[in-house]
């Protein structure tokens, strides 16, 4: 256990500190209290005005007592990112001397590292003076400096033909699988206990799809002349839909949306046993260029253990079906660090991907998640993924081995909390398959707006009328759907006014 007291003018920086510890200390439960009996104590004390020290005691597990400490100085200033770096570079080193690990991330805790990278191209620095600042500010490994820097510079040439400040992307959440899997915290619910109200589902991404479009020909609103760029449907596993649903989504879509402009439409058909000739059939026929097929795993025992129905031979059969009705840019989902799995079962799931070579992998390191039967089944699943989380560096390397044999490269990268073995998630392509709307919605290039249950539109307002690059930081607005699916639809006049209100006062 960790147990953290903060003091003096430190307890702003809470929620900072409590995801580093917790990166060194996985699995470890967090309480922000004075009196607790703890592996780990964390305290922030002040020494003088302005000086303070990060102090680590660690306990014995048996009897609580004082085993060592490490102490750790650092001064407060008026510039709140400057304390933050300050206060995590204390409690790294002391962690680090404590627990003999090193965090390939460094101090780095935040979701999107390659916006660090991409201010600094903006600001003109080149890779020297950027590794320069990275390692002495966020004590980042050269390898995750690599990685970042190589996904940086690739977005900037990507999107240097893309007018994308002037564009937008939609994302439309269809919010019902075949059955939800251990690790996922998504918006999801049986498909079978919803088969009655799927058209009313439906009906309601209309009224949103309707609201939207008008306000992209309604003069003087921040939408108005934009053009739509990327669309993404994803779930939950809209192929999850029967035939004659998925067939009146995709009808829906082309009567509410302007789709003349848009450059990328891709369906996560994850799921392979949501699949079928005929719904294949339906995709190709509007125009659908980019599919998922995730298998996250090519072990039977961990389909079945992580709550998935279908087979490794269902997977195969799916991806060739997929083929051979003409789909040529095929996505595969990997998750590392999956419980009950090590080296050989991650080995044997990458034979079986290179096997299908599939046109983009995304390889991800478990996350586990506040909302998933994962973390809220904690006692049965705690120590088979602590385990795996040891292994996970070497998992992702090999992954990336993999994603690298095929002929891909890493084009975006985003990380969570609670991930196994502090690592991230990658995106691979090849280069000429790289996914805009994923570069777009994770670095927050631009307005994307979300309908369905439980999705969220973010609109990136400009500070200029630069590019991103211009190292001019965009602020960005959220407005956030309903999660619940029943709320959802009994709401939807109510949300779709709020809705129009958000759209009406970006600016």
């Known amino acids: 256990m960790i147990e953290i007291l903060l003091k003096d003018g430190t307890q702003s920086y809470e929620q900072d ?137 690739r977005q900037e040439r990507v999107l240097s033909g893309l007018d994308y400040k002037n564009g937008w992307s939609l994302y439309i959440g269809i919010a019902f699988c075949p059955t939800t899997c251990l690790y996922c915290s998504f918006t999801s619910y049986p498909i079978e206990k919803w088969r009655g109200r799927l058209k009313e589902y439906l009906d309601c991404i209309r009224k949103e799809l309707r609201l939207i479009s008008r306000c992209t020909r309604e003069e003087g609103n921040p939408l108005f002349g934009r053009r739509l760029q990327t669309v ?12 004659e649903y998925l067939r009146e989504l995709m009808e829906i879509i082309y009567e509410e949306t302007d789709m003349s402009s848009v450059a990328e439409f891709t369906v996560e058909a994850g799921r392979p046993d949501s699949l079928s000739p005929e719904k294949l059939d339906i995709l190709r026929e509007f125009n659908v260029g980019r599919i998922s097929i995730n298998p996250q795993t090519m072990n039977q025992k961990t389909l079945e253990l992580i709550g998935r129905r279908h087979s490794v031979e269902d997977v195969k059969r799916a991806f060739h079906m997929a083929r051979k009705k003409g789909f040529d840019n ?45 973390n809220t089944e904690r006692d049965n699943w705690v120590n088979v993924a602590r385990a795996a989380g040891e292994e996970a560096s070497l998992m992702t390397e090999l992954g990336r081995q993999c994603a690298l044999g095929m002929g891909m490269v890493p084009y ?49 307002i400009e500070n200029d009328d630069k590019a991103v690059f211009s190292g001019n930081e965009n602020r960005v607005e959220r407005f956030e759907n309903m999660k619940n699916v029943s709320e959802y639809m009994s709401r939807i006049d109510e949300l779709l006014d709020k809705k129009e209100s958000f759209l009406r006062a970006l600016s």
């Open 330 to 374: 095929i996505n595969m989902d990997l998750i590392m660090g999956l419980p009950g799995e090590d080296i050989s079962d991650v080995r044997h799931t990458l034979k079986e991907i290179e096997e299908l070579s599939p046109d983009s992998l995304t390889v991800h390191a478990l996350a586990i998640k506040r909302a998933a039967r994962l």
């Open 412 to 460: 975006y990268l985003y990380r969570q909390k609670n991930m196994a073995g502090n690592q991230e998630n990658v995106g691979y392509a090849g280069e000429d398959k790289v996914n805009l709307y994923n570069i777009l919605m994770m670095e927050e290039l631009h307005t994307v707006i979300g309908v369905g249950a439980g999705s969220s539109s973010k609109a990136v």
């Open 232 to 243: 993404y449907v994803g779930g939950g596993t809209p192929t999850s839909l029967p035939e």
């Open 17 to 153: 500190i409590r995801e580093l510890a917790m990166a060194f200390c996985p699995g470890e439960p967090f309480v922000y209290e004075e009196k607790t009996e703890a592996r780990l104590s964390v305290r922030a004390r002040r020494v003088e005005d302005g000086d303070f020290t990060i102090l680590v005691i660690e306990k014995d597990a048996d009897t609580g007592g004082e085993k060592r400490r490490f102490e750790a100085g650092f001064k407060l200033t008026e510039d709140r990112r400057d304390n933050k770096s300050a206060i995590k570079k204390a409690l790294y080193e002391a962690l680090k001397e404590l627990t003999g690990r090193e965090l390939p991330w460094g101090t780095l805790t935040g979701i999107r590292p390659v916006k660090l990278i991409e201010r600094q191209i903006a600001e003109g620095k080149d890779d020297r003076e950027i590794g320069e600042h990275m390692k002495s500010v966020y004590l980042i490994s050269d390898e995750k400096l690599n990685l970042i820097t190589d996904i940086a510079r």
